[in-house]
């Protein structure tokens, strides 16, 4: 199993912050997924990131994915309340498994 | 499109019942997984279908964990005798021949 370790394990900002989260790994993936999780809920895949050196954006949120496809990193500019929840690192692994990190835990206060 | 629904939502019992979790996936999904979160460990895979069939177990902890998948529509996951350190959530989700997946709000099992 690919571990992925995910920093920092809990965040408290507040409104209009930027943040970045981090997923990194010692093993190559051929993707990355970012989900973000609200309590009571299930994951919400949010981008997949495919090629090393990618970077997406969806909306304020920024995704990259490193060069050698090991890490990835998510900035979240100007945070709102609606952003709380717990975000989620998954790398690809024998193209069905995803192996996920423990994730970050946001929480954006007014 | 309802998406993949999990039932119960919560479940208690006490250390040695049986339980059993029910996921249906989303219609025209053709692999399902099974996968448990808790704190310490965070998500983990238990098991993957691939067209009803098991083609992966090896994450199931040990033999009280079973799992079957007797159409394309309906999936159990069941633990006899259950233990308190069961105790998590445990997570449906399908795709359609990969990723990604679409999880279920999950079911709640507590183990007293």
């Known amino acids: 199993t690919q571990l992925l370790e995910q920093s920092p394990q809990f965040l408290s900002i507040q409104e209009g912050e930027n943040l970045t989260v981090y997923c990194n790994s010692s093993s190559v993936f051929s993707s990355l997924q970012w989900y973000r999780q609200e309590p009571g809920e299930g994951p919400v895949l949010l981008v997949t990131?495919?090629?090393?050196?990618e970077v997406k954006k969806l909306k304020r949120l920024t995704f990259q994915f490193g060069d050698a496809r090991k890490d990835s990193s998510l900035h979240i500019t100007a945070a709102q309340p609606g952003d709380t929840g717990l975000y989620l690192c998954a790398g690809e692994d024998s193209g069905y498994a995803l192996n996920f990190g423990k994730g970050t835990s946001l929480l954006v206060t007014p | 499109d309802a998406g993949v629904i999990q039932s119960p939502r919560h479940e208690v019992t006490e250390m040695g019942q049986e339980v059993t979790l029910r996921c249906k996936p989303i219609s025209g999904h053709n692999s399902l997984f099974w996968y448990r979160q808790t704190m310490m460990r965070g998500l983990e895979l238990l098991i993957y279908?691939?067209?009803?069939?098991?083609?992966?177990d090896s994450g199931m902890p040990e033999d009280r964990f079973s799992a079957k998948m007797p159409n394309a529509s309906f999936s159990t996951l069941k633990i006899q005798p259950s233990e308190p350190r069961d105790s998590a959530v445990y997570f449906c989700?399908?795709?359609?021949?990969?990723?990604?997946?679409?999880f279920g709000n999950g079911t709640r099992l507590t183990v007293t």
């Open positions: 279908f691939n067209n009803n069939v098991p083609i992966d």
């Open positions: 990131v495919v090629t090393g050196g």
């Open positions: 989700a399908s795709s359609s021949g990969g990723l990604p997946l679409h």
